[in-house]
């Protein structure tokens, strides 16, 4: 130990040993309790010849400190923070323990156990099938299905629903002054169905239709009468999309009909220009046959 150092100057577990500068590990063993000294202090006294006049060093007996020489006690404040450390983790882990004490006992209870709420279920109407094996003579099969089965196109392309004018070819003149409508076959459309939401007959829509399958095909596009129960005196028709300008006189050429009969039913698809009937495309228009066939 330097000569001008306090003798009683030393490591707390070991007297005869202190760090040679200033540092919060050198303690005073002269004082009634060994005590950490403040490190200002041990500059300006105790690693100094001032130390003969610390009153701890002058004292007979063992005192304490002065107020300013005394020093945090690291060790004792590790021990805090360490002790203060696991209170803290020990608080934490009785809070969880009480929140998942709660849920079980309380909450997941109420859940897994809560009382079963009835569910509506809607009453399910088992289809009807009814097949009959066509003949030449009376070619009418009959696939029948419950109403609310059946889901019918919405988006239906509209023909025509003016009154047809007169015409020069009496025996051609429809018995009744027909709303032909135009349909594009969606998924779950069926003859019953369709016949239903035109307020008209399956067999109606099978003798309006030139060369239709039955069972209806997904995306064929059929000639429905709207609120019409009986064609009869009525021509078979077959839709068919006109592409592009086309006179009226070239569609009953290209499809061997009556120009008269194609106009009587289609005057909403038709314009006249420099005194040409034309069809102007694309558009949908009847082709009828030259001849009623749905003549009584």
């Known amino acids: 130990m330097p000569a001008h150092s306090c003798p009683f100057l030393g490591l707390p577990v070991d007297r005869s040993s202190y760090l040679a500068y200033a540092s919060p590990a050198n303690a005073c063993h002269r ?35 002065p107020k300013e020489a005394v ?10 923070r360490y002790w203060a450390q696991r209170i803290l983790i020990l608080l934490a882990v009785v809070l969880i323990a009480a929140a998942g ?5 309380v ?3 109420a859940f897994v156990f809560a009382a079963a709420q009835p569910t509506q279920v809607p009453a399910y109407n088992i289809p009807r099938y009814e097949n009959a094996q066509p003949t030449l003579e009376n070619y009418a099969p009959r696939i029948l299905l419950a109403p609310n089965l059946s889901t019918p196109d919405e988006d239906s392309i509209l023909i025509w629903q003016e009154t047809p004018g007169s015409s020069e070819t009496p025996q051609a003149k429809p018995a009744a002054y027909p709303n032909l409508q135009v349909v594009r076959v969606a998924y779950g ?4 169905a369709l016949a239903e939401k035109f ?13 239709m399958r039955v069972p209806l095909w997904v995306d064929e596009v059929i000639v429905i009468p709207v609120d019409l129960q009986d064609v009869n005196g009525l021509p078979k028709f077959k839709p068919v999309e006109i592409q592009q300008r086309t006179s009226v006189e070239q569609i009953a050429q290209s499809f061997g009909c009556s120009a008269e009969l194609f106009k009587l039913y289609n005057p909403g698809s038709i314009v006249i220009e420099d005194g040409i009937d034309l069809v102007p495309g694309p558009t949908w228009v009847l082709i009828p046959r030259v001849e009623p066939a749905n003549q009584p």
Do not use: M, W
């Not at 004490?101 to 006992?105: G, N, R, S």
């Not at 459309?189 to 019953?192: M, R, T």
């Open 107 to 109: 909450q997941l209870p």
């Open 31 to 65: 004082a009634r309790r060994i005590t950490h000294i403040e490190v200002e202090y041990q500059q300006a006294v105790c690693l100094a010849g001032a130390h003969a006049q610390c009153p701890v060093f002058r004292s007979e007996g063992r005192e304490k400190l």
């Open 199 to 211: 307020n008209t007959s399956e067999q109606a829509i099978i003798d309006l239709n030139d060369s």
């Open 101 to 105: 004490v709660y849920l079980y006992q």
């Open 189 to 192: 459309d069926n003859l019953y």
């Open 71 to 80: 020093a945090p006690d690291f060790l004792r404040r590790r021990a805090v």
